[in-house]
């Protein structure tokens, strides 16, 4: 509850561990967390398997990070695949679903969805 309370209102807490919003019990997750919160921010929640970027733009400065949610491995466990909207997210409108999650170290609003 004491990092929820430190998120602004209207603002985004980004839970990025591997199928944490997976199937039902995601959703579930989701609306709990929502009503801790009082309906005043939004919650994401990766469906499958998380891997973090560092993202670089000329002139190769870091200024952000990807953090991945759209992979899951193939049936021998030695690769990744593209798994679409990955990502679950909640606030007061509802449950709704995306690809990516950006955090923005420089410039842009600090959580950017990807859909």
């Known amino acids: 509850m004491q990092l929820i309370d430190k998120v ?8 990025g561990s591997c ?8 959703k579930h997750f989701a609306d709990e ?12 929640l990766n469906r499958a398997l998380n891997r973090n970027d560092q993202i670089y733009k ?9 953090i991945g949610g759209s992979e899951s ?3 021998n466990n030695s690769s990744y695949r593209y798994f679409r909207n990955s990502w679950l997210g909640i ?3 509802g449950l709704f679903y995306f ?10 609003d600090p959580v950017e969805i990807v859909k």
Request: charge should be neutral.
């Open 19 to 26: 199928n944490l919003g997976k199937g039902e019990a995601g």
């Open 99 to 108: 690809n990516n999650v950006w955090i923005n170290r420089d410039s842009g």
């Open 8 to 15: 602004q209102d209207k603002g985004t807490f980004v839970l």
């Open 58 to 66: 000329p002139p190769y400065q870091q200024y952000g990070y990807q």
């Open 73 to 75: 491995f193939n049936n």
């Open 33 to 44: 967390l929502e009503s801790l919160s009082g309906n005043r921010i939004t919650f994401l």
């Open 91 to 93: 606030n007061q409108n």
